[in-house]
């Protein structure tokens, strides 16, 4: 009987033995994913980030201009800016007056809506 048990026993912990074996590739497997993932998602970000870059230069804004345009972009009010800034609620104000002249947008929704429709965008994948 005590053969019987110790076998039963081993087989249990072979068994979870090789469940753990299994279950530690499978994280590794989804670690590299994700670290993958996560240089892509970074490379996007980047990327995305440089073309808004390049419309506002095309906008001829300001360094201030282009700073108050990212940070409006972002959602922040027009006080969370100032504060942000260390600047005046006027100044951060007829910053964003400037960059709307400049760019032709009416607001800091149609601002951000500029660039998110680029986001949406469909890719063209080679094939």
């Given at each position: 009987m005590e053969s019987i048990s110790f076998s039963i026993l081993a087989l249990i912990l072979l068994t979870t033995i090789k469940e753990r074996s299994s279950l530690l590739r499978s994280l590794g497997d989804r670690e590299k994913k994700l670290e993958t993932l996560a240089g892509t998602s970074n490379?996007?970000?980047?990327?995305?980030?440089s073309r808004i870059q390049?419309?506002?230069?095309?906008?001829?804004?300001?360094p201030s201009e282009k700073e108050i345009s990212l940070l409006l972009i972002k959602g922040l009010?027009?006080?969370?800016?100032?504060?942000?800034?260390k600047t005046s609620s006027k100044t951060v104000r007829q910053?964003?007056?400037?960059?709307?002249?400049?760019?032709?947008?009416?607001?800091?929704?149609?601002?951000s809506a500029y660039f998110i429709e680029e986001l949406?965008?469909?890719c063209?994948?080679?094939k």
């Open positions: 490379a996007l970000s980047q990327d995305f980030l390049t419309q506002l230069d095309l906008w001829g804004l300001t009010s027009l006080e969370e800016i100032s504060r942000v800034r910053h964003a007056v400037n960059i709307y002249a400049k760019s032709k947008i009416e607001g800091r929704h149609q601002l949406l965008q469909p063209d994948h080679k």
